[in-house]
């Protein structure tokens, strides 16, 4: 069996769940791993808590891999963060995560979903144009990085029907 797919059945079946207060400590892990201002665990109780910020796990049998967080005002909302374990990406994981979420959203009356991207974040890029997001604005020089570096942002957008 090739090696993704004995981890693949090994991590068991993805499924997508709402963050529960429990979930916090995981979450805060995964975040800081991913980016370079991590998100704590009483950020993550705040908004796990918080009944305008949708957040959804993404689990491997016990093991939670990933996560989206999106706020949410009136019909509009903002995708905060999305990650994926450094371990699991690669395979597409990302994007049922990404489709679940937007169909919750959607579930709460959003209508319009705005992101923002780091230009050269190519495989972020792919997963929102994939998934439907167009991009409307551009942000120079708006993510500083540790070392002082200015990144751009991009600005994207999607309408649900
Ligand atoms: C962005 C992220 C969530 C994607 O998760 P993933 O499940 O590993 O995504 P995939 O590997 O399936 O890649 C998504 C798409 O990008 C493509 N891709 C991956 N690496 C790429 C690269 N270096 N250049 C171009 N495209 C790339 C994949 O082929 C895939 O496209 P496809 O569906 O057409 O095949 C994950 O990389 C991550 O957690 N990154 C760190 C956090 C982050 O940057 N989040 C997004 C900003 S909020």
Redesign the pocket.
């Known amino acids: 069996m090739k090696a993704w797919l004995s981890g693949w059945f090994g991590g068991g079946k993805p499924r997508i769940e709402i963050a529960k207060l429990r979930d916090a400590p995981r979450l805060a892990e995964l975040h800081s791993a991913?980016?370079h201002r991590g998100w704590g665990e009483g950020e993550f109780e705040s908004m796990i808590a918080e009944r305008n910020t949708l957040i959804q796990c993404l689990r491997l049998g016990r093991r939670t891999v990933?996560f989206a967080v999106s706020r949410i005002g009136a019909d509009e909302a903002e995708?905060l963060?999305?990650?994926?374990d450094a371990r699991?990406?690669?395979?597409?994981?990302?994007?049922d995560l990404l489709l679940t979420h937007l169909g919750h959203l959607s579930g709460r009356g959003v209508r319009r979903i705005f992101?923002e991207?780091?230009e050269n974040?190519?495989?972020?890029r792919?997963?929102y144009e994939?998934a439907g997001f167009a991009t409307v604005g551009r942000r120079d020089r708006y993510y500083r990085q540790p070392n002082g570096e200015q990144l751009n942002a991009l600005l994207m957008r999607r309408d649900l029907s």
């Open positions: 991913s980016f990933g995708i963060s999305v990650a994926i699991h990406r690669g395979r597409g994981l990302s994007r992101l991207v780091e974040n190519a495989p972020a792919r997963l994939r």
